[in-house]
């Protein structure tokens, strides 16, 4: 056994559940499943509403799930270098999803997923009714969120709903 052995294992196997579930949420919110993510980023108070990047938090969380395999891996045997090339390369989309967005978004736009949901709201909606459907959505209780996470007809009056209840 190597002698980083003793620490491989205690990170590894939480990096692994951490990557996991992480990747199996932001599949979620890219299926429209789990709404409460998106409606967070219209809260802030800017100008410019910020566009969701699917592209980076997937690439994000695949990287912390292969550090974590790798580490894990590094602990039973002696790992070859091109199995370090996943890593390499999750973590390259990471840095391109964050700095090329824009571009991504314009060019391949399959790579940047948007849930039906969420591109509807956005096309039409304002700002500022986007901000308060975000802070309305935090008022909500638990099983009605989990409601309307799960079907998006009753979503989708609901906004109506709270738009013509905040007109004025």
């Known amino acids: ?35 409460g993510p998106l409606l967070h980023i219209f809260e802030a108070y800017t100008d410019k509403p910020q566009e969701y990047n699917a592209l980076r938090d997937l690439a994000l969380w695949a990287t912390i799930l292969i550090i974590g395999v790798l580490v894990y891996l590094s602990d ?25 967005a824009p571009f991504i978004r314009r060019h391949l736009p399959f790579l940047m997923p948007q849930p039906h949901w969420y ?4 096309s039409r909606t304002t ?10 959505w935090l008022r909500l209780p638990r099983r009605t969120r989990i409601l309307f996470n799960h079907h998006d007809g009753a979503f989708r009056i609901w ?5 013509m209840g905040t007109l004025g």
């Open 127 to 136: 700002l500022m009714e986007r901000r308060r459907i975000a802070y309305m």
């Open 76 to 100: 039973l045997m002696t790992l070859p270098i091109g199995s370090f090339l996943p890593l390499v390369i999750a973590l390259v989309v990471v840095a391109l999803a964050q700095e090329q």
């Open 1 to 35: 056994m190597r002698s980083f052995g003793v620490i491989a294992a205690p990170i590894g196997i939480p990096l692994i559940l951490i990557g996991s579930f992480q990747l199996i949420r932001a599949a979620l919110v890219i299926s429209g499943r789990l709404k």
């Open 119 to 122: 591109a509807d709201l956005s």
């Open 159 to 163: 906004v109506d709903l709270v738009i």
